[in-house]
Antibody, heavy 118, light 113 residues
Framework: EVQLVESGGGLVQPGGSLRLSCAASGFTFSNYWMHWVRQAPGKGLVWVSHINSDGTSTSYADSVKGRFTISRDNAKNTLYVQTNSLRAEDAGVYYC???????????WGQGTTVTVSS | DVVMTQSPLSLPVTLGQPASISCRSSQSLLHSDGNTYLNWFQQRPGQSPRRLIYYVSNRDSGVPDRFSGSGSGTDFTLKISRVEAEDVGLYYCMQGTQWPPWTFGQGTKVEIK
């Protein structure tokens, strides 16, 4: 069974940092692009970042560029995002999403919640 | 950036009746490779999103055939032929043709009257 399990969320003060992780199983992780997508409380889905299959290419939403860094460890089947200089507007559920080659986003994790508050 | 606009944002439906959600993009979603990267996702209350439709009209495995997608260029539609109680939730269209960024519609809330 294809599974994505996020972790690392929590309560952080404005300006703080968190490292989110996503453990993948049930598929050949190294063959897939991956994304992070955020959903603020009661709001819609917003794409945050993507990384290609070998980690050599990444992209970011303008709102997080320079503050977030996406990475992956294919030997550990794990996706990461380092979130720095966190703001109130960064709060929400962060989903790890697999990208079906040639088709697009398909499988979503259960999400991990980030709360930014003093 | 490609802007995705859904309507309506709220859709009360009677059980057994059809429902239709519109999604319009600010630019054509036809890619130079001939594919149109328009997906539909369902998010039931308290759950993660689940893909229903890819390439405009292809249903994912396990998706009931009461769900169908259509459209081309900049205008797309998700239809539910007969709404069931389990269809309650939020529905999002998403484009993956012109990236980054990948962009979602605002979401349409389907509820039972």
């Amino acid at each position: 069974e294809v599974q994505l399990v996020e972790s690392g969320g929590g309560l952080v003060q404005p300006g703080g940092s968190l490292r989110l992780s996503c453990a993948a199983s049930g598929f050949t992780f190294s063959n897939y692009w991956m994304h992070w997508v955020r959903q603020a409380p009661g709001k819609g889905l917003v794409w945050v970042s993507h990384i290609n299959s070998d980690g050599t290419s990444t992209s970011y939403a303008d709102s997080v560029k320079g503050r977030f860094t996406i990475s992956r460890d294919n030997a550990k089947n794990t996706l990461y995002v380092q979130t720095n200089s966190l703001r109130a507007e960064d709060a929400g559920v962060y989903y790890c999403v697999r990208d079906d080659p040639g088709i697009g986003m398909d499988v979503w994790g259960q999400g991990t919640t980030v709360t930014v508050s003093s | 950036d490609v802007v995705m606009t859904q309507s309506p944002l709220s859709l009360p439906v009677t059980l057994g009746q059809p429902a239709s959600i519109s999604c319009r993009s600010s630019q054509s979603l036809l890619h130079s490779d001939g594919n149109t990267y328009l997906n539909w996702f369902q998010q039931r209350p308290g759950q993660s999103p689940r893909r229903l439709i890819y390439y405009v009209s292809n249903r994912d495995s396990g998706v009931p055939d009461r769900f169908s997608g259509s459209g081309s260029g900049t205008d797309f539609t998700l239809k539910i032929s007969r709404v069931e109680a389990e269809d309650v939730g939020l529905y999002y269209c998403m484009q993956g043709t012109q990236w980054p960024p990948w962009t979602f519609g605002q979401g349409t809330k389907v509820e039972i009257k």
